[in-house]
């Protein structure tokens, strides 16, 4: 089946500094592939749409320069956190559509991010 | 945002039928309702899809009310690994551009 891999899975960094986080499809290309952010106890926020060579769409609220993404290739994508603070610490979901009709769309496993 | 309403949490006991509630009520004609479920700390699994008719998988089936205002999951059997957060999603089905937006969902507690 499809799937949809994240990198890394878990990841500590200090304050100030900043930390990428990849999305792959392993099977499959994507031409959109979607950013999630999860805290503690609360549901899934959507946070941009990745498009394959062209910006990404931020939904309201969510900084765009501060939360880089970069959908070079139909296979990867890319989020960078920049500058990040401890309020960033969340758990980042990436997804993608692993195939034509109304399937529905592959989530990778996630990534923790804690800021110290 | 999310257009979906799910009880917070419910308890099933092992080996008997899960009936997992989802309303919809403002529901458009082109949007399919999607379940998802997510065990913890991992991400988000898909279970099943439908626009009007029943549908029926290898995991659970899916009852969508003739208004097509609310639907029902149901796992048949439920197992201690089905304990999660089942999550129920309006979205329009085609196209790569649109998202899937979460509501806060169901959580499951399956018991022994």
């Known amino acids: 089946g499809a799937v949809v891999s994240q990198h890394p899975s878990w990841v500590i960094c200090k304050s100030g500094t900043s930390v990428k986080i990849e999305c792959r499809s392993l099977?499959?290309?994507?031409?959109?592939m979607f950013w999630y952010r999860q805290f503690p106890k609360q549901s899934l926020m959507l946070m941009a749409t990745s498009n394959e060579g062209s910006k990404a769409t931020y939904e309201q609220g969510v900084e765009k320069d501060k939360f880089l993404i970069n959908h070079a290739s139909l296979t990867l994508s890319t989020l960078t956190v920049t500058s990040a603070h401890p309020e960033d610490s969340s758990f980042y979901i990436c997804s993608a559509r692993s195939g034509a009709g109304t399937y529905g769309y592959t989530f990778g496993s996630g990534t923790r991010l804690t800021v110290v | 945002d999310a257009k979906t309403t799910q009880p917070p949490s419910m308890d099933c006991a092992e080996g008997r039928a899960a009936n997992l509630p989802c309303n919809h009520s403002t529901i458009s004609g082109n949007e399919y309702v999607y379940w998802y479920r997510q065990i913890h700390s991992q991400g988000p699994q898909y279970i099943i899809h439908g626009l009007k008719n029943n549908e029926t998988n290898e995991m659970a089936s899916l009852i969508i009310t003739e208004d097509r205002k609310s639907s029902t999951l149901i796992l048949p059997h439920a197992t201690l690994r089905d304990t999660a957060v089942y999550y129920c999603?309006?979205?329009?089905?085609?196209?790569?551009?649109?998202?899937?937006?979460f509501g806060t969902g169901t959580s499951l507690t399956v018991i022994p």
């Open positions: 999603i309006v979205r329009v089905g085609v196209g790569t551009g649109n998202q899937f937006y």
């Open positions: 099977d499959f290309q994507a031409t959109t």
